[in-house]
Every structure is written in C-alpha cells, then in structure tokens.
C-alpha cells in the first residue's frame, strides 16, 4: 500500500495529497505521515512547490476531520457499528477515543494527530459528544496545520535521509507527548496546590 501511495504522489501530485489524506484521517489505511513526509521530499527535490504542498496536506487534513465530525455528530455510534470495519473503527478505537477526549479535552483534537491510533477517531468522539462546530475547528485546524507542517518540514530537511529516519519516526513523536503531557499535568498539580488555600 505504502509503494503505491507513493507512485500516486509522484504522479498526481497536490491532488493526491489531498485526496489521500482526506480518505486517511476518515480511517482508511493510507500511510498518513509516510505521505507527508514524501511529499517534503518531493520539494526538497524541487518536483512539487512547498507553499502548494502544505495547502493541498491541509486541506486534505481538515476535510477528511471535519467529515469525521458531521459523522459522528449526525450518525453517532449506530454508524460505527454498522460500517466501522470498512474503515478500521471498532468499539474499542471509539472507546480510546472518547477516554482520550475526556482526558486532554479539546486539545486531543490538536496533539491527536501525532498519536497513533488517536489521530482517526478524536473527530469521531468530538462529534459524537455534541463538541460545537466552531471550538472543534479551533483545535482540530490547528492540529492539522501544524502535524501537515511538521511532516512536510522534515521531509524537507531530512532530504535523502527521510526514509531511514521515517521508519523510526512514530517513538520518537510518541515518546515526545508522553513527556509534553507528563509535564502539563506536572504544572496544572503544581499550580492548583499553590493555589490552595491553606487551613
């Protein structure tokens, strides 16, 4: 699958970066990140222009992550149940999701996109909890601008590189959020116990 994403961005260019990440963050099994990244690649090598490559990366991004939202918004988890395996959802990726929503809130739907697993379905439980439009396309855009840039830039600053550091790519971001979100709930305990009265 991989190789032939590939070929297709090679050929196509923007509009198979579009299109792919838009059927990618819905939950079809498109190589999301190997796909930025390539396509970082391709304007290191000069074949496709950054600021059209990113546009096309995030647009894709917010397509596909807006139409996971209508969906869970208007279907909710009859969808999942009826279709969910066509696009690798089971009841316990909802499950993941929504604890994952509850836990960081409306920020899962920004740092979401850089956890494995998370990344398909945050849209999917926002929706289904009533999240209103504007507060989800605050975070969630915001979320896709930035993990469309990140990947994008490293492909490009990586060059030749990119494959061999791709393949290790996921520890290295996962180990990354683990030690972000250790840290805000580090600095979220120690202000409210400064902030405690004292008897």
């Given amino acids: ?38 396509t970082g690649y391709l304007v290191f090598r000069g074949h496709l222009s950054l600021p ?10 917010i397509c596909g992550v807006t139409l996971s939202y209508v969906l869970g918004r208007y279907f909710g988890i009859a969808l ?12 316990e990726h909802v499950e993941k999701a929504h604890a994952w929503f509850r836990r960081a809130g409306h ?8 956890i494995p697993g998370v990344r398909h379905f945050t849209a999917y439980a926002a929706g289904m909890s009533e999240l209103e439009y504007p507060t989800f396309a605050l975070f969630a855009y915001s979320g896709a601008a930035l993990w469309a840039g990140t990947f994008i830039g490293l492909g490009y600053l990586l ?40 008897m």
Wanted: aromatic letters at 18%.
């Fill in 1 to 38: 699958m991989e190789q032939h994403v590939l070929a297709w961005i090679a050929q196509y260019g923007y509009l198979a970066i579009f299109s792919l990440l838009v059927l990618g963050i819905v939950g079809l099994p498109v190589p999301d990140e190997t796909l930025l990244t390539f």
């Fill in 52 to 61: 059209l490559a990113f546009l096309s990366a995030f647009t894709g991004s």
């Fill in 80 to 91: 999942i149940h009826r279709y969910g395996r066509y696009l690798r959802i089971t009841q």
């Fill in 107 to 114: 920020w899962s739907l920004t740092i979401g996109y850089f």
């Fill in 159 to 198: 060059g030749e590189r990119w494959q061999t550091v791709q393949a290790n790519i996921h520890h290295y971001f996962v180990g990354c959020t683990v030690a972000i979100v250790i840290v805000a709930a580090a600095y979220l305990a120690w202000r409210r116990w400064f902030r405690t009265p004292r």
